[in-house]
């Protein structure tokens, strides 16, 4: 598996710029089975990522305003 | 230091604050450049009076409502220039691919935008200016929100503008426009190379000038000077915009402020109120940033230390905190939030 915010495998280097507060700003870039780069669309209120591979994820539906 | 040096330090920080109760508090005008530099300069211990006094002056000049806004990237990534904080610049490695927004994606984020109470909405598109194929989708886009029955007040930001471009807009009904001078116009070169700080000002007045509400504000923490943040204050108070949106960096990844410092917390706050006691009538919007320099705690500060407006949810290609956050936060505050009927 590899890293969504750098793209590097999960198990090797050095992931500490890919965690904490400023990571959690960050939506996925990097698909996790292929590492490679998403088309990413973020909306007020979620994100969409579309790997040409393995398809989109999305945030978590949003609840609490709409 | 002597006495006699430390007294003349002393009188002067306390000068500046009495100075801007009388001067803006009282009789509605901006600090200058050299005042705001001696606002920032202040020590850390006056940073609770700074603030409740820009808090005062933002309730006398704009009142205790809040506007809340919804942003949305249209066009994201591959944009030819160099502004060396952006993601979205094609010219840095940066892991941000180009993307399209639909129009049945644009409509979904106005009416999320909408749900939240929100009362603006800004669509934004990486682009140095549009070109037809982009003024064409914002006009498809514009009509569809309107088609869809959301009365939310459209604005944009699509880079620099034609005089043509500028009546288009107007025509299609965007009430306001968003270009960001985005730092003092001494350390604008350092920043941004393939395009001048000019440029950007000869945009604003254009839409100035046609009618639309002018949104201008930047990004503080890309390297500038004390001197500079003031001169950026000062050169925006001199364009008068409606609004000022503040973000602080969040360095990107890729680029040239990849691993740039965060601005500290305290220091954000100061910025806060010393744009408040530069632009006194100005709406100043929290933006970008926030959540990584200031937490959930110095939000609450900074809205009750000059800001009356907010970009809630996510920014263009960064995550912000829920919306329900922020609105929960203004509840607390009791501030309330800005309803379309005030804005029209
Ligand atoms: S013009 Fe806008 S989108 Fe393009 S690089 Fe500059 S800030 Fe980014
Ligand atoms: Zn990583
Ligand atoms: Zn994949």
Known sequence: MYCVHCGRPDAEGDHSGCRGVRAALEPPRFCAECARRMVVQVTPVGWSARCSRHGEITSAEPTSVV | ?344
Request: glycine share 8%; net charge negative.
């Open chain 2, 1 to 344: 230091m002597t006495a006699a040096a430390e007294r003349t330090q002393h009188s002067s920080t306390e000068d500046v604050l009495a100075v801007a109760r009388e001067q803006v508090l009282d009789r509605g005008t901006g600090l200058s450049q050299e005042q705001v530099l001696a606002v920032l300069e202040l020590a850390d211990d006056r940073l609770e009076d700074l603030l409740a006094l820009a808090h005062e002056v933002r309730m006398r000049w704009c009142g205790p409502e809040v506007e809340v806004e919804g942003i949305i990237s249209l066009k994201t990534g591959g944009c030819p220039e160099d502004c060396h904080f952006c993601s979205q610049s094609g010219r840095f490695p940066t892991p941000v691919r180009s993307a399209w927004l639909d129009i049945p994606g644009l409509v979904e984020a106005a009416r999320q935008t909408a749900a939240t109470g929100a009362t603006e909405f800004c669509i934004v598109a990486a682009v140095r200016g549009p070109d037809a194929r982009l003024l064409s989708q914002v006009r498809d886009g514009v009509k569809a929100i309107r088609e869809s029955g959301n009365d939310i007040q459209i604005a944009c930001s699509l880079g620099m503008l034609t005089q043509e471009q500028v009546d288009e807009l107007v025509a299609m009904g965007v009430h306001r426009y968003n270009h960001n001078l985005e730092t003092a116009r001494s350390h604008f070169p350092n920043v941004v190379t393939t395009h001048s700080w000019e440029e950007r000002w000869d945009t604003l007045r254009m839409v100035r000038a046609a009618g639309m509400e002018v949104c201008s504000g930047g990004i503080l923490g890309m390297g500038e000077t004390t001197e500079q943040r003031a001169e950026f204050a000062a050169q925006l108070a001199e364009l008068e915009p409606d609004e000022v949106p503040m973000n602080f960096l969040i360095p990107q990844p890729g680029t040239p402020y990849e691993h740039y410092e965060p601005v500290e917390g305290r220091e954000a706050l100061k910025l806060v109120a010393a744009f408040r006691l530069a632009m006194p009538r100005t709406m100043l919007r929290f933006a970008g940033g926030r959540e990584l320099t200031l937490g959930d705690l110095g939000a609450e500060q900074g809205m009750l230390g000059g800001i009356n407006a907010i970009i809630v949810g996510n920014y263009l290609t960064n995550l912000g905190r829920p919306a329900q956050r922020d609105l929960d936060m203004l509840a607390d505050l009791k501030m309330p939030i800005k309803a379309l009927a005030d804005s029209l």
